[in-house]
């Protein structure tokens, strides 16, 4: 899958469909994930308008990155846009293995001191926005984005501690298989 290099906001906002936008397929409410993790969401899969934070887990390797992967893997492939925000090791090689696909993924490593700001403006254009949480985040920035994210049907994930989310998902045990 080949990437786009995009310039500017004019430049994306010509790309994706603002989340706000009717949905071609039929108004779909919910996107799909795979089917292992249906049983975790209360809705089956990601229902716009919601916020699914991924809780860390208690060591750097705990498989939270992989659950992002997972999550987003099944909307981006039936079409979603998807945005991961704030984590710059965040490996297009492994989204791709996941099953993301790149031309429909936007990448924001390092979102600098306007973070609410950028999340804001690709809640506004995308399906699924991923987000590391800043450490100094407060519970009204966090409140407005999760309005945000309602307003627009968009599905806010953020990555991190997030209270008032409408799910928390936390890996609590991973098990290697292969080498």
Do not use: K, N
């Amino acid at each position: 899958m080949a990437g786009r290099m995009v310039v500017g906001s004019a430049a994306l906002a010509g790309l994706v469909r603002p989340a706000s936008a009717p949905d071609l397929a039929g108004g779909h409410r919910v996107l799909p994930v795979r089917p292992e993790l249906t049983g975790l969401l209360p809705s089956r899969g990601l229902r716009r308008g919601s916020t699914i934070a991924v809780g860390l887990g208690q060591t750097r390797r705990s498989g939270t990155t992989s659950l992002v992967l997972a999550l987003l893997a099944e909307a981006s492939r039936t079409g979603s846009w998807c945005a991961v925000v704030g984590v710059p090791t965040f490996g297009a090689g492994a989204a791709a293995e996941a099953g993301i696909a790149l031309d429909r993924l936007a990448l924001v490593p390092q979102p600098g001191p306007e973070w609410p700001t950028v999340v804001a403006a690709l809640i506004d254009g995308v399906d699924v926005v991923v987000t590391a949480v800043p450490a100094t985040v407060s519970a009204s920035v966090a409140s407005r984005l999760a309005a945000r994210a309602r307003q627009r049907g968009s599905v806010l994930v953020p990555y991190g501690r997030w209270d008032g989310a409408d799910v928390t998902l936390q890996v609590v045990r991973g098990v290697w298989d292969g080498l």
